[in-house]
Nanobody, 120 residues
Framework: QVQVLESGGGLVQPGGSLRLSCVASGGVFDLNAMGWYRQVPGEDRDLVALMHTSGSTNYGNKVKGRFTISGDSAKNTVHLQMNSLKPEDTAVYYC??????????????WGQGTQVTVSS
């Protein structure tokens, strides 16, 4: 089974930067995409950024222009460069790996999450 591990969270001041990393492992598998969601307790888990194996990307509206996703599909890794951080970015950030099961189906594999806190 695919395992997902993210790292790089921490405490940063408003306007600062942080870089998250994620790797998917666990044997031979195909991925449709990898990326990031974030969640504040009691609120929805929202899209941050996704990168498909084709290289195409999707960003959540609140982070577009400030965050950049990158990765290496051959190594099943993605990174999230977060710049100009705001207190509203404070959340648990979860890495997701979307495994291609067939042409029609995919399975979502989630990491345990890494805390990002933006505060002065």
């Amino acid at each position: 089974q695919v395992q997902v591990l993210e790292s790089g969270g921490g405490l940063v001041q408003p306007g600062g930067s942080l870089r998250l990393s994620c790797v998917a492992s666990g044997g031979v598998f195909d991925l449709n995409a990898m990326g990031w969601y974030r969640q504040v307790p009691g609120e929805d888990r929202d899209l941050v950024a996704l990168m498909h194996t084709s290289g195409s990307t999707n960003y959540g509206n609140k982070v577009k222009g400030r965050f950049t996703i990158s990765g290496d599909s051959a190594k099943n890794t993605v990174h999230l460069q977060m710049n100009s951080l705001k207190p509203e970015d404070t959340a648990v950030y979860y890495c997701i790996a979307l495994e291609r099961l067939s042409a029609l189906d995919e399975a979502a594999h989630w990491g345990q999450g890494t805390q990002v806190t933006v505060s002065s």
